[in-house]
């Protein structure tokens, strides 16, 4: 199993964001508290070998008016259970340019992924909102970059660092208060250090459905279609998560 399926599945592991499914960005209530969980699998009709399990928690809180910051870890295995890998992330995010109709979004995310929890990525991000209806009322879209910093082996065996550059691109649609449809497709541009993923790299086109069931948590689900370089379709996965929120646990 490739580790890049599971970029796939989760937006965390393509572009540092404190959403585990497509979504944009939203700082949490200053003392309010946020958990989240998803499970996802990828590999639709493939063999076990080629298939991947997933499953991700991320705990949040709001610091301040429109500056928050979590912590999410994640854990990936293949069809038969084996090889898994987990990933912890940090971060803070906040919202310097906060409108009705724009906002802009500053991520820095820092994660440990890997075996033996020896690969390093120090990730920051921003992400620009275009909103037709103040508070996602009707529909808007979303673009995400980020500068995905690493380290690697030459061909030679010697460390180096290279920096990965990744984006998505979506919109969304409320389809009334509490249902809300999303679209998105991610790339990543790999850094030539690393030779075996130079250049450019779709990663998936994914539909997003979101459902309020109460005042304080929420449905979330998605099916992701992973794009080949030829263009075609080289996986199909899909991913169920719920958000609680927890009001005023700083007070």
Known sequence: ????????????????????????????????????????FDGVGEDTADQALAGAMLMGW??????????????????????????LNLGVFGTPVDTDHFDVDLILDMRVAGHE??????VPAIELNLDHTPDLGTYGMFVRGAA???????????????TDLGFDVGGYYTLNPNHQLLLMYDATIHDKADP????????AVSLGYNALLGDN???????SMGIAQAGSVSSLGFMVGFIATLPGIAD
């Open 148 to 162: 995905q910093v690493g380290g690697s082996e030459n061909p030679d065996g010697e460390p180096t660092r290279h």
């Open 1 to 40: 199993m490739s580790a890049q399926i599971l970029l796939i599945i989760f937006g965390l592991l393509i572009i540092a964001t404190p959403a585990l499914a497509i979504d944009t960005v939203e700082t949490w209530a200053e003392g309010d508290g946020n958990v989240e969980l998803y499970s996802g």
């Open 196 to 203: 075996d993923l130079s250049g450019f790299h779709h990663g």
């Open 217 to 223: 948590l929420e449905l979330i689900t998605e099916a």
């Open 62 to 87: 709001g610091v301040a008016n429109r500056f928050s910051a979590y912590m999410a870890t994640a854990m990936e295995a293949d069809g038969y259970f084996t090889g898994a890998e987990t990933e």
């Open 117 to 122: 929890m020896n690969e390093a990525t120090v």
